[in-house]
């Protein structure tokens, strides 16, 4: 597969209540992210394959991913490619805090310690698409 031919990824992290929601370009360039309700992710991921209408769908592997791909492949018409979601969780979690450094008295608490203060299924989905980039030799 060629840059050409996947110019956009749009990744999924499934969940049951939320489902985090990214747009990576093919040179890992985040376009686009947020956490929508699982009930409508099939609508936002709709809307930007309107936007992207050559874009490979990606989703993640793990809680949700039978029934959210079923809303997609029913609504979107696309067979979203699952990846394995092994220790998204952790690495979105840490890209938020890269993103997000904790503020006053909490810069002193190690990350560890810390959850942070909003979902962050957002970064979940960049994980995701930057794997299935990386399956690709893009990354």
Known sequence: MTEATTPVVI???PGRGKCGLAAVDSAGRVMEKAIVAAAEIAEAVARLLEAHPDATVVLGDRTG???IGAM???RCR???VLV???HSTLEGRRRYFEENPPRGWRRLLPLGLQTPPRAYDDYVAIVLAERYLTSLGRR
């Open 11 to 13: 990744a999924v992290d």
């Open 65 to 67: 991913a039978a029934e």
């Open 72 to 74: 997609l492949t029913a």
């Open 78 to 80: 696309v067979s979203p």
């Open 84 to 86: 394995e979601e092994h």
